[in-house]
């Protein structure tokens, strides 16, 4: 629901709400007009509920792998690793051609953790090729 229909069904359910008062022991006129303000409150009420209580997920940021951040998570040697994984992961997940696939497990991290500076660099051109060929 945007602004100008909430405002509408506050300013309904306001009117209607006078009119049933205005109109006092006249019930073919109050009951109607209280029935119409209910409504419109409870429409109004139900729609603030669940845009408060179950937001709509925001759309997913980008991630901005700038060429500096890239260069200082090689220059950290085995710290940088996982920022270089996450971009990586980051990349897939947005390439609409790639399909989802799983995060690393924590032996999988270890292991790349563990891996000689030339052997993570070959396992980072893979996955950048591999991404390369599927997009």
């Known amino acids: 629901m945007n602004l100008s229909t909430a405002i509408f069904l506050g300013v309904v359910a306001t009117l209607a ?3 049933a ?11 109607p007009a209280a029935a119409v303000a209910v409504g419109a409150a409870a ?13 709509s997920p925001s759309p997913r940021s980008r991630a901005s792998a700038s060429s500096t951040q890239v260069r200082s998570a090689f220059e950290a040697g085995e710290y ?8 990586l992961d980051t990349l897939e997940q947005e390439s609409a051609s790639s399909p989802a696939r799983p995060g690393l497990s924590s032996e999988q991290i270890a292991t790349l953790q563990a891996m000689t500076p030339e052997a993570f660099r070959g396992y980072l051109n893979a996955r950048v090729t591999e991404l390369e060929r599927r997009t």
């Open 17 to 19: 709400a006078a009119a």
């Open 21 to 31: 008062i205005i109109a006092g022991p006249d019930t073919g006129i109050a009951i």
């Open 43 to 55: 429409v109004l009420l139900v729609t603030v509920l669940d845009r408060t209580l179950w937001p």
């Open 80 to 87: 940088g690793r996982l920022e270089l994984l996450s971009l």
